[in-house]
């Protein structure tokens, strides 16, 4: 029986997304030069490190997929994800550290790249100043949406100010149609990011959800999301669910926190920004997700079994122990 240890990768890999493609696992995501704004010491000017598994034991960096846009845009590039459509479409955002990001689209004809930006920002950056966290699926009928972060300030019906979730359908893999939906808002103490934070020229009690990741379960769209400070342990993994993959949603029942991943402290801290895939034998679902070591020197891979309970999804992760992959 074959077992892994976490973190799968031992470099810097932060917002990991898996995927599989003709047999071959493929994990992308934001290195410590992107998550810093340090991309000009990149030597080769291309951006996102990618990895490769041809057994999802054994992960191999194999370059930087993304050949740098205007270095005008920013330097600080967050959250790739991969959809294929054809073509292969990497969806991502880049500002300038917390303020002005916006959300593109590169294309390549192979899963490796590299990836050429195709010249248009998904979103209009002067009426979305901060657009982060792309996440493209397709339903069950063809038709592809995106799931991203943005900022919001109103409080309006208990909601709190900050960061969090919305829909859009896609015209097509580079075009969004303009139906944007709120997908979940931040309304408890533990999605919090940071009291007393200056946002837009004022003073917020600020909360994050980020990171979404949507899966189709016995006909429901489960949303995960990240809530609260991705550099503290109050960090991790929850859900949203609804019937309808523009909604609405709801996230009832983690009042105490978490329920599919958060830390372990002494082992494991601010586990988030998951993605999910199915594993070796095609029908064991693992999430994939981003990980800190008790020293907090880096952000790494992580990877444990995704379980559907009649409570809804919950993973035996986060592990540090050697683990079974599932035959």
């Keep these: 029986m074959q077992t892994y240890t976490n973190p799968v990768y031992k470099g810097y ?91 593109r689209v590169a294309t390549s004809d192979t899963p490796l790249g590299p990836y050429q930006d195709v010249g248009e920002p998904l979103l209009d950056p002067e009426s979305c100043p901060f657009a982060i966290d792309p996440h493209p699926f397709r339903d069950d009928d063809g038709e592809w949406y995106l799931f991203y972060a943005r900022d919001f300030l109103d409080t309006d019906g208990g909601v709190r100010a900050g960061t969090a979730l919305v829909v859009d359908r896609l015209e097509n893999m580079t075009k969004l149609s303009g139906e944007e939906k709120v997908v979940l808002r931040a309304s408890l103490d533990w999605q919090r990011f940071l009291d007393n934070r200056l946002m837009y020229g004022e003073i917020f009690d600020w909360h994050t959800l980020e990171g979404p990741c949507v899966r189709k379960h016995e006909g429901k769209y489960y949303c995960f999301y990240s809530g609260g400070r991705w550099e503290t342990e109050n960090y991790g993994v929850d859900y949203g669910v609804a019937d309808s993959v523009m909604g609405p949603y709801s996230d009832a029942g983690n009042e105490n926190g ?37 020293n907090m020197a880096m952000r790494q891979m992580w990877i444990d079994q995704l379980i559907w309970t009649p409570d809804g999804p919950r993973c035996n992760g986060p592990s540090w122990t050697p683990q079974a992959i599932a035959n």
């Design 258 to 294: 978490p329920r599919v991943l958060r830390s372990h402290p002494g082992y494991v801290l601010g586990p988030g920004h998951n993605s999910i895939v199915f594993g070796p034998n095609g029908q064991t679902e693992y999430i994939a997700y981003h990980a800190w070591a008790t």
């Design 13 to 103: 890999f932060a917002d990991p997304f898996v995927w599989q493609h003709e047999g071959v696992y493929y994990a992308i995501g934001t290195g410590a030069a992107e998550a810093a704004g340090m991309v000009d010491e990149i030597a080769t000017h291309n951006v996102f490190p990618l990895l490769q598994s041809f057994d999802f034991l054994n992960w191999d960096f194999v370059g930087n997929a993304l050949l740098r846009p205007d270095p005008a845009l920013g330097d600080n590039y967050w959250a790739p994800e991969v959809a294929y459509s054809g073509q292969f479409y990497l969806y991502y955002s880049v500002g300038h550290e917390d303020k002005n990001h916006q959300l």
